[in-house]
């Protein structure tokens, strides 16, 4: 009941609400309804680009009033640094695909049907973030338990909800098969083509990165709602200045979650490091792998067919029709689901 009042209103609001142009290059960033209330200014109903708030230059003199327009971060573009030691060619192309998961039985079959057709079974890893009766359910010698409260939130952002005991379970694992390549994805985001695993080590190739991500964006002095809850810890940004080797520590970064790909140094580097305080891991991930030096950077969009919720037609088949890689969220695995990549 609470969302579709929530979801009423904000409807209403948008007929009121104006677009909001970045004051620098003319884009439009999105709509909102600003209003002044008791010595504050709020932005309401905004889902856009994260905006900065900039004074404007006023060519005549005005003592009495001032402008206020936004701006936006650009996408995040950051050089891989020379401290974070010696990029590795990785002239091989061996990945290991860590899937995060909560369900067992046919569910977990299904998934696994789905990924054999793109990887080998020995380099697909299931990682269980459920209950243990349903774990046991898996046949499968691929598969870690994890034990962290951390990772078993229900109100995951609010929560912070930490992928910690995931990336600690997953470190022998790495050392012992050693790939090149690891792919970090969830159940629910699935592989639409058969040569997958190809074609993200090309694109992290091409682009010189460490670390790919999706929608990843600069979060830092901007109104993004997840950036400000965290920035409410007066922790957080002293911890980034305190392990940070770049130039301007106050660097924070968010991803999308449900799949990112990595080289094994900069996998490891951040799975080895314990998490020294409470973080969601989209920002903890992306920030942490900067703040160490490494170069994270953003899938093509049009190469997956990706969104927050479900939603129609974002399904395996239609990602299939689109020549697309990848989709999110598939949550339910269903007979009618075949392989056939």
């Not at 609400?17 to 620098?24: F, G, L």
């Not at 592989?191 to 993200?200: F, S, T, Y």
């Not at 924070?252 to 094994?264: D, I, P």
């Amino acid at each position: 009941m609470k969302k579709l009042i929530r979801r009423f209103l904000l409807s209403i609001l948008n007929l009121v609400s104006r677009e909001i142009m970045d004051c620098r290059s003319g884009e439009k960033l999105g709509r909102g309804f600003l209003l002044a209330w008791a010595g504050k200014i709020q932005l309401i109903g905004y889902n856009g680009r994260p905006l900065i708030p900039v004074f404007l230059p006023q060519q005549r003199l005005t003592f009495w009033r001032q402008e206020i327009g936004f701006t936006s971060h650009p996408d995040p573009d950051f050089p891989r640094r020379s401290e974070a030691g010696t990029p590795r060619s990785y002239t091989g192309n061996k990945v290991l695909n860590l899937i995060i998961t909560h369900k067992g039985g046919e569910q977990a079959e299904r998934l696994l049907r789905i990924w054999r057709e793109c990887s080998s079974e020995e380099n697909v890893w299931l990682i269980f973030g459920g209950s243990r009766q349903d774990f046991d359910t898996i046949n499968y010698p691929r598969k870690l338990f994890i034990d962290d409260p951390g990772l078993r939130t229900q109100d995951h952002q609010r929560e912070k909800q930490s992928y910690a005991g995931i990336l600690k379970a997953c470190v022998p694992v790495i050392e012992r098969e050693s790939p090149d390549f690891v792919y970090l994805c969830e159940y629910d985001h699935l592989p639409a083509v058969a040569d997958l695993n190809e074609r993200q080590i090309r694109a992290l190739r091409e682009d010189g990165a460490d670390v790919m991500a999706h929608s990843l964006i600069r979060t830092d002095r901007t109104c993004w709602p997840i950036a400000l809850a965290h920035e409410s810890d007066a922790s957080f940004h002293p911890f980034w200045e305190s392990l940070s080797l770049r130039d301007d520590p106050s660097v924070v970064l968010w991803m999308f979650g449900s799949g990112s790909f990595w080289t094994r140094d900069a996998f490891m580097a951040v799975a080895s490091r314990p998490q020294e305080m409470p973080c969601y891991f989209e920002v903890y991930l992306p920030t942490l792998a900067h703040h160490l030096g490494f170069r994270v950077r953003n899938w093509k969009g049009s190469d997956h067919l990706i969104h927050n919720l479900p939603a129609r037609g974002f399904t395996l088949d239609a990602a299939r029709r689109l020549g697309c890689w990848t989709v999110h969220p598939v949550k339910e695995l269903d007979e009618r689901i075949s392989p056939g990549l």
